[in-house]
């Protein structure tokens, strides 16, 4: 069984106003059986953090196109993606690039 995790999650670019307008959030994830990846916690975001209009965030299984993740600074395309398995600490960064005009 994973143990819990304390991970830091961030919303940037406008992302923010999809969770109250609140930019860092402190999360503590639960333990479970299979070890946390972004995919799961993506599922646990939209439970517990999004606060309106999940298809501006979530679209599937991931973030919709135009919302850059960054793992620890790194673009998490050099990190496996969905698969990333979460370690302890970790900080997840979400920025938005859709703008409207």
Do not use: C
Request: proline content about 5%.
């Amino acid at each position: 069984m994973a143990a819990p995790l304390s991970v830091e999650v961030e919303f940037g670019g406008g992302a923010e106003l999809l969770f109250d307008g609140v930019k860092k959030h402190q999360v503590t994830l639960p333990g479970q059986e299979e070890p946390w990846d972004i995919r799961n916690l993506l599922v646990w975001i939209k439970k517990n953090l999004l606060k309106e209009r999940p298809e501006l965030f979530i679209q599937g299984d991931s973030v919709r196109p135009g919302i850059l993740v960054l793992i620890n600074d790194a673009d998490w395309e050099l990190l496996g993606e969905l698969d990333y398995q979460l370690q302890d600490q970790d900080s997840i960064l979400f920025i938005s690039t859709l703008h409207g005009g």
